[in-house]
């Protein structure tokens, strides 16, 4: 293959071979693209032959490789959606530094550096700055403007060209973007270790190579059949390096090491150069994105934070990760949206491309374009969230009582967290994480002493949220760490109509869950140790919501310490989980305060109509 790769560098750019006919048919090469380090990238390029004019680039950068390899194999679909089927662009692919069959070395997320003394010093930037001016160069009939798009990791390349872009860069589309890996995104969420998701993908994605190559072997063959048993099983998160990666996988190694938000992390919290952003943006996400809607929400925010004369839009949908790019999307568990809301979003997307990079038509759409579950309706704001959302304080109460108004109340609550018999996350045996689970029936987990259940009176009125959620509690542990699991609920009336085909009557529909790991409760950076029996304040903030909770329906709030598998188990030691033993697992009694100098409350945003 080495070989191979030599001799495309050999071939004229004109060189031409043939896609199938249709309105319009493109032309197929295959490069190595040199970086200013005299690394090169692979790089398939499409472009239109059998109409006239200059063309737009548009571009996706990858580490999940630019297949199919050769240069008479081509994509089955150009572009982000069957929305540009017929669009004349110069459609790029590139794998990016030290993936597939470019060369070099790969980083997990690569760190920005700002301040680069030398060709030795590149990053995601620079090797997209490197390819831009490559392809102007190069690529004859390029009507020298670029945009470039990309979901979940590749989104995050999408958001690395923004700091020091390409004057060419004209509009740039991060979708489901990996932000923020310590904090919300992938690895760690608020600092608790996302056990499955990154067992899973790190067995198929971070196998060590020496060269280029096509393909990446799997470390383990004999896997996960059920999740929650298995991974019980394996013990001490330790153990996986003997029963799968063999020390062998960097990222794992990287992620375990690294369990505070240290210097490995903040190099690599993109968020912090997204200023003096000049290409125009539109930011994508989905509500029941499992992996990445702190990515979307906060790439988005940032921008809007740091660049005053900033062209950054949102637009979040009632999808999973990626589900916005699929054919049709018009339900999801038991939701029924009643529309194709994929087919929505790649209309705009399509708008923003044209507008941008080809001057056709217009892009007038909303700040701001949120689906509303609960309503199942698109709304348009000017602003995210909304001006006119107020913030409004909803406290737990004695007897399990959930209070939409200020009321007095006493005592606590209390449950002990086992280890040993951690609450599943789903109640639904499985091999691999189930998306549903951001919307699935909590019954089971109401059912079960470990896990507190505080519920309003039945509403009167239609109640909206749109914006974060914020948990303000007040606990103590017997332990010096525990995990903080808040659950936000939507109760269904036991008269309720079926949905999507499926029995919802008197169903507790998850709306939003998020977990934090006590011992960041101040500093994500600085871990603390509880004080035993000490009365102590927990405060984070869940991911945003925009949800309405109709008229006759409840308002649940579930309090848990342990979310299995979905997130590795704290030992509810104050220590280093990476290189706990299985005998430091042990039981703590959790107390939830809800008295007078301890209220513990729901901090939401409701919008006021």
């Not at 099983?233 to 330790?238: A, L, N, P, R, Y």
């Not at 038509?361 to 348009?380: Q, R």
Request: with cysteine.
């Amino acid at each position: 293959m080495k070989y191979f790769v030599s001799f495309l560098l050999l071939l004229p750019i004109s060189l031409q071979t043939w896609a199938k006919p249709g309105k319009i048919s493109f032309t197929k090469i295959e490069r190595m693209i040199p970086m200013r380090d005299g690394t090169k990238l692979f790089t398939s390029i499409y472009f239109p032959h059998n109409v006239s004019g200059k063309f737009p680039i548009l571009m996706e950068r990858t580490p999940y490789s630019c297949s199919p390899y050769g240069e008479t194999r081509y994509k089955s679909q150009l572009g982000p959606s069957k929305q540009f089927s017929n669009e004349a662009y110069i459609y790029v692919y590139q794998d990016v530094r030290g993936r597939y069959m470019s060369e070099g070395k790969f980083e997990e997320m690569t760190p920005y550096i700002k301040h680069k003394r030398s060709n030795k010093d590149v990053d995601e930037s620079s090797d997209t700055y490197d390819t831009i001016e490559w392809l102007l160069k190069n690529v004859s009939n390029n009507n020298g403007k670029v945009g470039i798009y990309g979901i979940s990791y590749p989104g995050f390349y999408a958001t690395a060209s923004l700091p020091g872009a390409h004057p060419a860069l004209k509009a740039v589309s991060p979708q489901a973007p990996v932000t923020d890996e310590f904090e919300g995104d992938d690895a760690y969420h608020r600092g608790a270790f996302f056990l499955m998701d990154n067992y899973s993908f790190m067995n198929d994605f971070d196998y060590p190579r020496d060269s280029p190559w096509t393909s990446y072997p799997a470390f383990c063959t004999q896997f996960i059949s059920n999740a929650y048993a298995d991974y019980l099983q394996m013990g001490s998160i330790k153990n996986a390096n003997d029963l799968c990666f063999n020390n062998k996988s960097k990222i794992w190694n990287e992620y375990l090491t690294h369990n505070t938000k240290d210097s490995y992390w903040q190099a690599r919290d993109i968020r912090r150069h997204l200023q003096n952003v000049k290409p125009a943006v539109l930011v994508a996400g989905g509500w029941f994105d499992a992996e990445d809607l702190f990515g979307s929400l906060n790439t988005y925010k940032t921008i809007e934070q740091k660049n005053t004369k900033n062209n950054n839009r949102l637009i979040m949908g009632p999808w999973t990760h990626g589900a916005w790019a699929s054919g049709k999307w018009s339900n999801f568990g038991t939701y029924d949206f009643r529309s194709n809301t994929s087919e929505y979003f790649q209309k705009i997307e399509h708008d923003f491309f044209a507008y941008y990079l080809q001057q056709k038509g217009t892009f007038n759409h909303a700040e701001a374009t949120i689906f509303e579950t609960g309503t199942n309706e698109w709304k348009e704001y000017t602003a995210w969230p909304p001006k006119n959302a107020k913030t409004v304080s909803w406290t737990l109460g004695s007897n399990r009582n959930f209070f939409l108004k200020k009321t007095s109340s006493t005592g606590y609550d209390q449950y002990t967290s086992n280890p040993t018999d951690p609450v599943p996350y789903l109640n639904t045996k499985s091999a691999s994480r189930v998306n549903e689970y951001m919307i699935a029936d909590q019954r089971f987990a109401s059912q079960r002493k470990d896990v507190l259940s505080y519920e309003s009176p039945v509403l009167q009125r239609d109640v909206t949220l749109t914006g974060p959620v914020t948990a303000d509690l007040f606990v103590s542990i017997s332990g010096t760490d525990a995990d903080f699991v808040v659950k936000l609920i939507d109760v269904l009336p036991d008269d309720e109509a079926n949905e999507n085909g499926e029995n919802v009557a008197g169903m507790q529909r998850l709306v939003r869950a998020e977990v934090l790991r006590g011992k960041f409760r101040n500093s994500f950076s600085k871990p603390e140790p509880f004080v035993a029996g000490k009365i102590t304040k927990v405060n984070y903030q869940l991911n945003d919501i925009a949800h309405c909770f109709k008229k006759g329906h409840k308002i649940m709030v579930q309090i848990q310490s342990s979310w299995f598998p979905l997130v590795d188990r704290n030992p509810q030691k104050f220590m280093n989980i990476s290189t706990a033993n299985d005998k430091d697992f042990t039981p703590a009694t959790i107390k939830i305060y809800h008295d007078a100098k301890h209220p513990s409350s729901i901090k939401v945003l409701q919008l006021e109509k």
